[in-house]
């Protein structure tokens, strides 16, 4: 049984890595898409590219299905609901420390020289 922190812990380390963020990216913009076409956007063997998409289907971020021949991959994005989820507390932290930069800053004289 996979604890909610390991998942956690595989959905960041998903992430962490450049190519499968932009695996995850060629996915949305142009939806499901055999390996190959994915293949096609990477100077890299297959089976480095086999292996992040092995590491982005563990992590819940893509999922596989056969057609013929074909492995078709098709992004999952739910999972990514748990970084938003994740994200939010930093975000209302920033969002709130800039408020009061503005509110500061609104009550500074203007500098008439």
Sequence with gaps: MVTTGERED?????LANTTRREVLRLLREDGP???Q???DHFDMRRPS????????REAGLVSEARSGRQRIYRLEAAP????QD???PYERFWRD?????????DRMPDDES
């Design 33 to 35: 898409q055999p390996v």
């Design 86 to 88: 994740w994200l939010h």
């Design 80 to 83: 990514l609901a748990d970084v």
């Design 49 to 56: 590219l086999s292996e992040h998409l092995k590491v982005l």
């Design 10 to 14: 595989r959905l960041f380390a998903a």
């Design 97 to 105: 420390r800039l408020t009061g930069l503005g509110e500061l800053l």
């Design 37 to 39: 076409a994915i293949a």
